[in-house]
C-alpha cells in the first residue's frame, strides 16, 4: 500500500505548481537509490500533509509499521502524537509529517552521516522550500542536530526558536516515551506550546 505524499486543498496555477514539484519529489523518494538504505527497505516514506501546511513536523526516520505502509508516523509514536492532539481544534492532516531520511535504517539503527546528507539534500530541503511552513517541528536529536546544529534536544528546546530565517519548535521524538516515561509529559508541554502557536498563525 503506497500513499500520495500531499493532499490538494484547492485548485490554482501556483497551488497546482507546488503539488506537482510535491508529486515529482514523492516519485522520486520511493525508488530513490541514492543511499544504501535503499537496500533493506520496504517502502520509502516521503511523508504526507497539506502542500500549505503551516506546520511541517520532521521525525528521524520511518520505523518497521511505516516501512511496511509507506506513511509516516502510523505506529506506536503515531498513536501518541494523535494522543498529544486530542482535545484540541488540530490534528494530523493539519501538517505535513515526514522525517530527516526517507528510508527505514536496519534494526531502526540511527541514520549515519552519509545517509542523512543525502536525504536531506536530495529531498528534505526542497520539501520545506515548496512547502514553506511558518513552524518546522523537530522530533529528536537526529532532527535537531541536522536541522540546528546542536547537540542534544535539552540544548534546543526552549519554546519557538528561529534559525536562518525560520521558526523552530523542538521536543523529544515520540518513541522515547518508552524507556523514559517523564519525557511523555514534557512532549506534551511542548505540543501544548505549538497548539497555542498556531492559533496566531
Do not use: W
Not at 500513499?3 to 522520486?28: C, F, H, Y
Not at 511558518?134 to 536529536?141: D, K, M, Q, S, T
Not at 518513541?175 to 502557536?197: G, M, N, Q
Amino acid at each position: 500500500m503506497e500513499s500520495r505524499s500531499v493532499i490538494q486543498s484547492a485548485p490554482g496555477p501556483a497551488k497546482s505548481k507546488v503539488v506537482k514539484e510535491l508529486e515529482s519529489l514523492d516519485s522520486k523518494i520511493r525508488v530513490c537509490t541514492a543511499c544504501p538504505l535503499y537496500k533493506s527497505r520496504t517502502l520509502a516514506v516521503p511523508g504526507e500533509g497539506k502542500f500549505n501546511s503551516k506546520v511541517m513536523i520532521i521525525g528521524e526516520a520511518p520505523g518497521r509499521n511505516e516501512d511496511l505502509t509507506g506513511r509516516p508516523f502510523v505506529g506506536s509514536s503515531g498513536k501518541f502524537l494523535d494522543h498529544v492532539l486530542e482535545g484540541s481544534e488540530f490534528d494530523r492532516s493539519d501538517f505535513f509529517i515526514t522525517n530527516i531520511c526517507k528510508c527505514r535504517p536496519p534494526s531502526n539503527r540511527t541514520p549515519k552521516t552519509g545517509e542523512i546528507e543525502t536525504c536531506t539534500s536530495l529531498y528534505l530541503y526542497r520539501q520545506i522550500e515548496l512547502i514553506n511552513p511558518r513552524i518546522i517541528v523537530l522530533l529528536g536529536g537526529v532532527a535537531v542536530k541536522k536541522m540546528l546544529g546542536k547537540k542534544t534536544v535539552e540544548e534546543a528546546r526552549c519554546g519557538i526558536v528561529e534559525h536562518e530565517g525560520r521558526k523552530f519548535l523542538v521536543t523529544y521524538h515520540p518513541a522515547v516515551r518508552f524507556y523514559r516515561e517523564e519525557l511523555a509529559e514534557k512532549i506534551k508541554e511542548d505540543f501544548a506550546l505549538l497548539k497555542s502557536e498556531m492559533k496566531k498563525l
